[in-house]
C-alpha cells in the first residue's frame, strides 16, 4: 500500500484497502470556518442529535471574513460562536487568529497519518506534514459533527518525483504552478498526489504546505509527503509520538511523474484558470493594479522573509497597490519581530491583519474591472478577486514582490539584475 | 428516480466562483443565493433555470471552492440534475449531499445541444435525449448515493438511519 491507502485503512479499522474500495473512515479532526460553518451549523440541528460526538474534534475557525466586512458576516460569525458555546467546542479561533489552515497546522491539529476533513477546499495542505487530508462541503461536516465519520473512495495515486535544486528565485510555489500547467486543472480528479524526491525532501516545511495546499487546483483529493526529520522538527515530535507511515517499496500507482526542478524558471499562472502556466518572462511588462502577498497558499513567514528580501530599500511603483497579509498571528508577531513589516510599510505596502481577505474577494482589496492583480494565492478565476472582468495572475512571494516594484510583471531574477 | 428537463450547456472547467461569487456567501436563504446562480458565466441563467432544466457541462464541473452555496443556489434555481464528462469530487459530493443528483456520463458535451429535452432514469444509469432520440450510458450511481438521493440528501438519510436504530 502506498502511505494515502495505509492512513485509509488505519482509520477505517481495515488491513487493506485498494484503490476505488469505499470505506468507512474515523475522522481525527474536522475543520469549518465562518463561510462553510454556518450552513453546516443548519444542517446539524436537523439531523436531530442533542451533541456533537467529540467538541474536542471539531475546530471553527473565524478567517475569510475577519474582522466582519459586513452586518451579515458579522451575523455569520455570531452563528459559529454560539453553537460553539451551546455544544462546549473550545477550538474557536476568533477574528485575528489566522487563515484556518495556517491555524490548524500552528495549533497542533495535524499531525503524520492523522484523518482531517475540512469544509475548505485547500484542506489538502496537510498532506505536507503526512496527514491524509481533504476538502467536504458543509452538510458532510455536519454528518461529521454528528457521527464522527464518513465514507471516502480509495483514491488511485499519482506518485509525483521531483529532482534537482532551485536556482535563485525559484520558489514551491513555482514547482507546484509548473506541476498544474503540466497536468492540467482536471489532470489529477479524484486522485491522490505522493511528492517524493530530493527536491522535496530538502523543502522546508513552509514550502511543503504550499505544494500540498495547491493539489487541488489540478482535482486531486489529497496531497502527501512521506514524514522524514524536517517533519517531525517542524512539529516537535519525536519518532514514537508520530504515526509513521511509509509507502511500500511496491506500493502500486497509476502513473508517475518526473519533474526535473534544476532548469525550472519563474512561473506565473495566467487568467482565467490555474492551468494556464507560463515563465514569468513570456507576460513579463504586463501592468498591474495591485500585488496581493499573503494566503493559506503563500503567507508563511518565509514567503513574507522572501518578499522583503525583495522590497529591502524599494519602493512599491507609483499607482500599484501592494497588499501584504499574514496567514496567522503567529507569522504577523514573527514578522514583526524580524522587522519584515517595517520593509513591507516603508516599502509602501498595506498590511492587514490575518485572514483570507483578497484571495476569495472577500473584503479587503477587492478589484473592479480591467483591473490587473498579481497574487500569491491559489486561484484565478472569473471574479475570484472581485469584478468578473479583473485579471488574476498568480505568482511565488518573489515575483509578486518584483512586480509591485516595477509596476508590472517581472521576473525577480531581472530586478536583482538592475 | 427519473428526472427530465430541457439541457442548458456550459463548457469545460466551470468553477464554484463563477457558479456562486463568494461574495453571495453571506447569505443563508437558498432562495436568495438561487438568484446570484450562474452570474459569472450567464447573467440569464436564472430566467432559463426556472422552469426545471438539467444542466450539461464538460471535464471537471465545480472545481474550486468547497463551497456548497453553489449546488445549493443552483437546486434552488431550478436546476434538477447536473450531466457532466467529469466532476470536481467536493462539487460532486456536495451535489448529492443536498439533494442534486449529480450525473458522470461520457459524451454528454457533444452528442447534447442546449434546449434538447432530457430524461436521465438515475438508477439504471441512462440519459434518454428526446429531441435527438438517442440515448446515453452514465456511471451508474452506488446504491448507497441512491439512498441518499432518494432521502432527499444526506442529512435526512442520515436522520432515517439514526431514527431507525
Same mark, same amino acid.
Given at each position: 500500500?502506498?502511505?494515502?491507502?495505509?492512513?485509509?485503512?488505519?482509520?477505517?479499522?481495515?488491513?487493506?484497502?485498494?484503490?476505488?474500495?469505499?470505506?468507512?473512515?474515523?475522522?481525527?479532526?474536522?475543520?469549518?470556518?465562518?463561510?462553510?460553518?454556518?450552513?453546516?451549523?443548519?444542517?446539524?440541528?436537523?439531523?436531530?442529535?442533542?451533541?456533537?460526538?467529540?467538541?474536542?474534534?471539531?475546530?471553527?475557525?473565524?478567517?475569510?471574513?475577519?474582522?466582519?466586512?459586513?452586518?451579515?458576516?458579522?451575523?455569520?460569525?455570531?452563528?459559529?460562536?454560539?453553537?460553539?458555546?451551546?455544544?462546549?467546542?473550545?477550538?474557536?479561533?476568533?477574528?485575528?487568529?489566522?487563515?484556518?489552515?495556517?491555524?490548524?497546522?500552528?495549533?497542533?491539529?495535524?499531525?503524520?497519518?492523522?484523518?482531517?476533513?475540512?469544509?475548505?477546499?485547500?484542506?489538502?495542505?496537510?498532506?505536507?506534514?503526512?496527514?491524509?487530508?481533504?476538502?467536504?462541503?458543509?452538510?458532510?461536516?455536519?454528518?461529521?459533527?454528528?457521527?464522527?465519520?464518513?465514507?471516502?473512495?480509495?483514491?488511485?495515486?499519482?506518485?509525483?518525483?521531483?529532482?534537482?535544486?532551485?536556482?535563485?528565485?525559484?520558489?514551491?510555489?513555482?514547482?507546484?504552478?509548473?506541476?498544474?500547467?503540466?497536468?492540467?486543472?482536471?489532470?489529477?480528479?479524484?486522485?491522490?498526489?505522493?511528492?517524493?524526491?530530493?527536491?522535496?525532501?530538502?523543502?522546508?516545511?513552509?514550502?511543503?504546505?504550499?505544494?500540498?495546499?495547491?493539489?487541488?487546483?489540478? &482535482?486531486?483529493?489529497? *496531497? +502527501?509527503?512521506? @514524514?522524514? $526529520?524536517?517533519?517531525?522538527?517542524?512539529? =516537535?515530535? #519525536?519518532?514514537?509520538?508520530?504515526?509513521?507511515?511509509?509507502?511500500?517499496?511496491?506500493?502500486?500507482?497509476?502513473?508517475?511523474?518526473?519533474?526535473?526542478?534544476?532548469?525550472?524558471?519563474?512561473?506565473?499562472?495566467?487568467?482565467?484558470?490555474?492551468?494556464?502556466?507560463?515563465?514569468?518572462?513570456?507576460?513579463?511588462?504586463?501592468?498591474?493594479?495591485?500585488?496581493?502577498?499573503?494566503?493559506?497558499?503563500?503567507?508563511?513567514?518565509?514567503?513574507?522573509?522572501?518578499?522583503?528580501?525583495?522590497?529591502?530599500?524599494?519602493?512599491?511603483?507609483?499607482?500599484?497597490?501592494?497588499?501584504?497579509?499574514?496567514?496567522?498571528?503567529?507569522?504577523?508577531?514573527?514578522?514583526?519581530?524580524?522587522?519584515?513589516?517595517?520593509?513591507?510599510?516603508?516599502?509602501?505596502?498595506?498590511?492587514?491583519?490575518?485572514?483570507?481577505?483578497?484571495?476569495? &474577494?472577500?473584503?479587503? *482589496? +477587492?478589484?473592479? @474591472?480591467? $483591473?490587473?492583480?498579481?497574487?500569491?494565492? =491559489?486561484? #484565478?478565476?472569473?471574479?475570484?478577486?472581485?469584478?468578473?472582468?479583473?485579471?488574476?495572475?498568480?505568482?511565488?512571494?518573489?515575483?509578486?514582490?518584483?512586480?509591485?516594484?516595477?509596476?508590472?510583471?517581472?521576473?525577480?531574477?531581472?530586478?536583482?539584475?538592475? | 428516480?427519473?428526472?427530465?428537463?430541457?439541457?442548458?450547456?456550459?463548457?469545460?472547467?466551470?468553477?464554484?466562483?463563477?457558479?456562486?461569487?463568494?461574495?453571495?456567501?453571506?447569505?443563508?436563504?437558498?432562495?436568495?443565493?438561487?438568484?446570484?446562480?450562474?452570474?459569472?458565466?450567464?447573467?440569464?441563467?436564472?430566467?432559463?433555470?426556472?422552469?426545471?432544466?438539467?444542466?450539461?457541462?464538460?471535464?471537471?464541473?465545480?472545481?474550486?471552492?468547497?463551497?456548497?452555496?453553489?449546488?445549493?443556489?443552483?437546486?434552488?434555481?431550478?436546476?434538477?440534475?447536473?450531466?457532466?464528462?467529469?466532476?470536481?469530487?467536493?462539487?460532486?459530493?456536495?451535489?448529492?449531499?443536498?439533494?442534486?443528483?449529480?450525473?458522470?456520463?461520457?459524451?454528454?458535451?457533444?452528442?447534447?445541444?442546449?434546449?434538447?429535452?432530457?430524461?436521465?432514469?438515475?438508477?439504471?444509469?441512462?440519459?434518454?435525449?428526446?429531441?435527438?432520440?438517442?440515448?446515453?450510458?452514465?456511471?451508474?450511481?452506488?446504491?448507497?448515493?441512491?439512498?441518499?438521493?432518494?432521502?432527499?440528501?444526506?442529512?435526512?438519510?442520515?436522520?432515517?438511519?439514526?431514527?431507525?436504530?
Amino acid at each position: 500500500m502506498n502511505l494515502t491507502e495505509k492512513i485509509l485503512a488505519r482509520a477505517s479499522g481495515k488491513e487493506k484497502v485498494t484503490p476505488r474500495e469505499i470505506v468507512e473512515a474515523k475522522v481525527d479532526v474536522v475543520m469549518v470556518n465562518d463561510l462553510t460553518g454556518p450552513l453546516a451549523v443548519e444542517a446539524f440541528r436537523k439531523i436531530g442529535v442533542p451533541h456533537v460526538w467529540d467538541s474536542r474534534r471539531i475546530v471553527i475557525v473565524l478567517d475569510h471574513l475577519a474582522p466582519a466586512s459586513s452586518e451579515k458576516a458579522a451575523e455569520l460569525h455570531k452563528i459559529m460562536r454560539k453553537f460553539a458555546e451551546e455544544q462546549k467546542i473550545e477550538n474557536l479561533y476568533d477574528v485575528g487568529e489566522g487563515v484556518c489552515h495556517q491555524v490548524m497546522v500552528e495549533k497542533g491539529y495535524v499531525a503524520p497519518g492523522k484523518l482531517i476533513v475540512g469544509a475548505d477546499s485547500h484542506t489538502c495542505m496537510y498532506g505536507a506534514l503526512g496527514a491524509f487530508a481533504t476538502g467536504i462541503g458543509s452538510t458532510e461536516a455536519a454528518a461529521v459533527f454528528a457521527t464522527g465519520s464518513i465514507w471516502l473512495k480509495v483514491p488511485e495515486a499519482i506518485k509525483i518525483s521531483v529532482e534537482g535544486s532551485f536556482k535563485k528565485f525559484v520558489t514551491p510555489k513555482d514547482l507546484i504552478l509548473f506541476i498544474i500547467g503540466k497536468m492540467g486543472a482536471d489532470g489529477a480528479i479524484y486522485k491522490s498526489i505522493e511528492f517524493y524526491g530530493s527536491t522535496i525532501h530538502s523543502m522546508s516545511a513552509d514550502g511543503r504546505m504550499t505544494l500540498c495546499n495547491m493539489v487541488v487546483e489540478m &482535482g486531486a483529493k489529497n *496531497g +502527501i509527503i512521506e @514524514p522524514d $526529520e524536517i517533519t517531525l522538527k517542524y512539529l =516537535n515530535l #519525536n519518532l514514537k509520538q508520530a504515526e509513521f507511515f511509509k509507502s511500500d517499496e511496491n506500493a502500486s500507482y497509476e502513473k508517475i511523474v518526473e519533474v526535473d526542478a534544476s532548469g525550472m524558471e519563474p512561473q506565473v499562472s495566467c487568467p482565467h484558470s490555474v492551468d494556464n502556466v507560463k515563465n514569468v518572462r513570456e507576460v513579463a511588462g504586463v501592468e498591474v493594479d495591485q500585488a496581493f502577498i499573503g494566503s493559506c497558499t503563500n503567507g508563511r513567514i518565509e514567503d513574507l522573509r522572501l518578499a522583503a528580501q525583495i522590497l529591502k530599500n524599494q519602493k512599491v511603483k507609483e499607482g500599484t497597490r501592494l497588499l501584504v497579509i499574514p496567514a496567522s498571528r503567529e507569522v504577523y508577531l514573527q514578522a514583526l519581530r524580524e522587522g519584515l513589516l517595517e520593509t513591507f510599510i516603508k516599502a509602501g505596502a498595506v498590511v492587514c491583519n490575518p485572514t483570507c481577505g483578497p484571495c476569495l &474577494g472577500g473584503h479587503l *482589496g +477587492i478589484l473592479a @474591472p480591467n $483591473e490587473v492583480c498579481i497574487s500569491t494565492s =491559489n486561484r #484565478n478565476f472569473i471574479g475570484r478577486m472581485g469584478s468578473t472582468k479583473a485579471y488574476v495572475y498568480l505568482a511565488s512571494p518573489a515575483t509578486v514582490a518584483a512586480s509591485a516594484v516595477k509596476g508590472k510583471i517581472t521576473d525577480p531574477r531581472e530586478l536583482e539584475a538592475e | 428516480m427519473i428526472v427530465s428537463g430541457k439541457a442548458v450547456k456550459f463548457g469545460n472547467n466551470v468553477d464554484t466562483d463563477v457558479i456562486l461569487p463568494a461574495k453571495y456567501m453571506t447569505f443563508i436563504d437558498p432562495n436568495e443565493l438561487a438568484r446570484h446562480a450562474m452570474e459569472g458565466l450567464d447573467p440569464n441563467f436564472t430566467a432559463k433555470a426556472k422552469s426545471g432544466v438539467i444542466l450539461v457541462a464538460g471535464k471537471n464541473f465545480g472545481c474550486g471552492s468547497s463551497r456548497e452555496q453553489a449546488p445549493l443556489a443552483l437546486k434552488y434555481a431550478g436546476v434538477k440534475c447536473v450531466i457532466a464528462e467529469s466532476f470536481a469530487r467536493i462539487f460532486y459530493r456536495n451535489a448529492i449531499n443536498i439533494g442534486l443528483p449529480a450525473v458522470e456520463c461520457a459524451g454528454v458535451s457533444s452528442k447534447i445541444e442546449d434546449g434538447d429535452e432530457l430524461t436521465v432514469d438515475l438508477e439504471k444509469g441512462i440519459v434518454k435525449n428526446q429531441s435527438k432520440n438517442m440515448a446515453l450510458h452514465a456511471a451508474e450511481l452506488p446504491p448507497f448515493i441512491l439512498e441518499i438521493l432518494l432521502n432527499g440528501g444526506l442529512i435526512e438519510n442520515l436522520r432515517r438511519r439514526i431514527e431507525k436504530k
